[in-house]
């Protein structure tokens, strides 16, 4: 099978940096990739590239055959930074039903629907200002998939939340992908959170930025929070942080 997104040789430099050099990966349709390394080392981007916010100094990307340009075009990208963006005269619900406004895409995903699986059942009439920053971010993950897009590409989403709501988003994120399956690649420097939800966890190595090491999962789905608890999963863990720290040293 066509792999749904293939990155060949794909190199960037600003200047003298080379933030990335010949990355080649092929990721397959449903399958959810974890992007892991130190600071700078190019993850962010790697993922620019992907959302065609950037343009490579060499090599290709392409999404299902096509340019990413082509593919965020067609409304097709999820799209998830680190800080919420989120319109401050508009409610929960209508933060995330904009999306469905904007992009005309009929979904089987409601923006009700979607708040209530985040637990934010209570808050839709709230507006941003009144929302933690913790609950700012999952309306803003909601309002980006609720048009259910066949990709969903996140740089650090979690990173402002406390330990207790991320491990919690990370529970809902991985149940409503069983449900509605997406390609998503996540930047994240959390190992927890890449051992939960990825199939393979994508080391990229600092200057020049490129992939050390790829580790497969394989942990069944769904994968419910009782996992970090199991033995297995610390030696998942444990294998992606000294793989991790060889790449810090470097
Ligand atoms: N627009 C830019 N101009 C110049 N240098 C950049 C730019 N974007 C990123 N870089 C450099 O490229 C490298 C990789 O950055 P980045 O992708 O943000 O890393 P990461 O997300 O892994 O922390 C860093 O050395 C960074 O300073
Ligand atoms: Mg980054």
Do not use: W
Not at 46 to 65: M, N, P, W
Not at 162 to 180: A, K, N, Y
Request: glycine share 8%; hydrophobic share 40%.
């Amino acid at each position: 099978m066509e792999p749904a997104i293939q990155l060949r040789q794909l190199s960037k430099s600003f200047g003298e940096i080379e933030a990335l050099k010949g990355i080649d990966l092929e990721i397959q349709e449903g399958e959810f990739i974890a992007l892991i390394g130190p600071s700078g080392c190019g993850k962010t981007t790697l993922l620019r590239h992907v959302l065609s916010l950037e343009t490579a100094s060499s090599g290709e990307i392409l999404i299902g055959g096509e340019t990413p340009e082509r593919v965020r075009r067609k409304n097709k990208l999820g799209i998830v930074f680190q800080r919420a963006a989120l319109v401050p005269s508009r409610t929960s619900l209508q933060n995330v039903q904009m999306t469905l406004d904007i992009t005309g895409v009929k979904t089987p995903l409601t923006p009700s629907g979607l708040l209530e699986k985040f637990g934010l059942g209570a808050f839709k009439a709230h507006y941003p200002h009144q929302l933690s920053g913790g609950m700012q971010q999952r309306v803003n993950i909601a309002a980006a998939m609720v048009h259910n897009p066949p990709f969903l590409m996140m740089d650090e989403p979690f990173g402002a939340l406390d330990e207790m709501t991320r491990e919690f988003m990370c529970e809902f994120l991985g149940e409503v992908l069983i449900d509605h399956p997406k390609t998503t690649i996540l930047v994240t420097h959390s190992i927890d959170e890449a051992v939960m939800l990825a199939d393979r966890v994508v080391i990229l190595a600092p200057r020049p930025g490129r992939i050390s090491t790829i580790v497969e999962v394989g942990f069944p789905r769904p994968r419910k929070r009782e996992l970090k608890t199991k033995p297995s999963f610390a030696e998942k863990v444990l294998e992606v942080r000294r793989l991790l720290y060889e790449v810090e040293n470097l």
